[in-house]
T-cell receptor, first 115, second 110 residues
Framework: ETGVTQTPRHLVMGMTNKKSLKCEQHLGHNAMYWYKQSAKKPLELMFVYSLEERVENNSVPSRFSPECPNSSHLFLHLHTLQPEDSALYLC??????????????FGPGTRLLVL | EDQVTQSPEALRLQEGESSSLNCSYTVSGLRGLFWYRQDPGKGPEFLFTLYSAGEEKEKERLKATLTKKESFLHITAPKPEDSATYLCAVLGGNDYKLSFGAGTTVTVRA
């Protein structure tokens, strides 16, 4: 595997379910990000981890809970979501750490549908 | 707060018909402007980073330019495979957050 991978690619869940999204980067990067992409809207930054420490929680509801066990893996735990949370969830990584003049590389995303 | 506006929202081109996409931005101390391409159902794919006014970068039929207020993505003689949504993002000031525009969806007809 190369680049940034995400699993699952598609997820359908009910409002009372608990599920987790997984992201893995094979680039040796130090920073990882979660974004939400809704139709016709700009990407919204949700969480940032730099060297495994969270540096941003962008006013995201507590029903979204991130976890970064090491610099290569990032999880997004989902609990009692709402239908408006349906979106494409994107993971990204960057080389040196959040805030540098550097490029973020994105995974393919998880398409989430909340019923 | 950084702001990014992309225009037009959608662009339909005939194969070979060159055109330009606009990204206007307001940022306190630009540290980088990024262009990405996104195909339906996929994550954004990195194209270019521009750091200072006057800078230009090229890749195949794409050329990105930067001024102090806006960036253009020029598509020369496009092909159907250039059909995608093109995203612009800026990194400014002391922030570590990329601010994205809503994108321009380009459709190239054969």
């Amino acid at each position: 595997e190369t680049g940034v991978t995400q699993t699952p690619r598609h997820l359908v869940m009910g409002m009372t379910n608990k599920k987790s999204l997984k992201c893995e980067q094979h680039l040796g990067h130090n920073a990882m990000y979660w974004y939400k992409q809704s139709a016709k809207k700009p990407l919204e930054l949700m969480f940032v981890y730099s060297l495994e420490e969270r540096v941003e929680n962008n006013s995201v509801p507590s029903r979204f809970s991130p976890e970064c066990p090491n610099s290569s893996h990032l999880f997004l735990h989902l609990h009692t979501l709402q239908p408006e949370d349906s979106a494409l969830y994107l993971c990204a990584s960057s080389p040196e750490g959040a805030g540098q003049q550097e490029t973020q590389y994105f995974g393919p995303g998880t398409r989430l549908l909340v019923l | 707060e950084d702001q990014v506006t992309q225009s037009p929202e959608a662009l339909r081109l005939q194969e070979g018909e060159s055109s330009s996409l606009n990204c206007s931005y307001t940022v306190s101390g630009l540290r980088g402007l990024f262009w990405y391409r996104q195909d339906p159902g996929k994550g954004p794919e990195f194209l270019f980073t521009l750091y200072s006014a006057g800078e230009e970068k090229e890749k195949e039929r794409l050329k990105a330019t930067l001024t102090k207020k806006e960036s253009f993505l020029h598509i020369t003689a496009p092909k159907p495979e250039d059909s995608a949504t093109y995203l612009c993002a800026v990194l400014g000031g002391n922030d570590y957050k990329l601010s994205f525009g809503a994108g321009t969806t380009v459709t190239v007809r054969a």
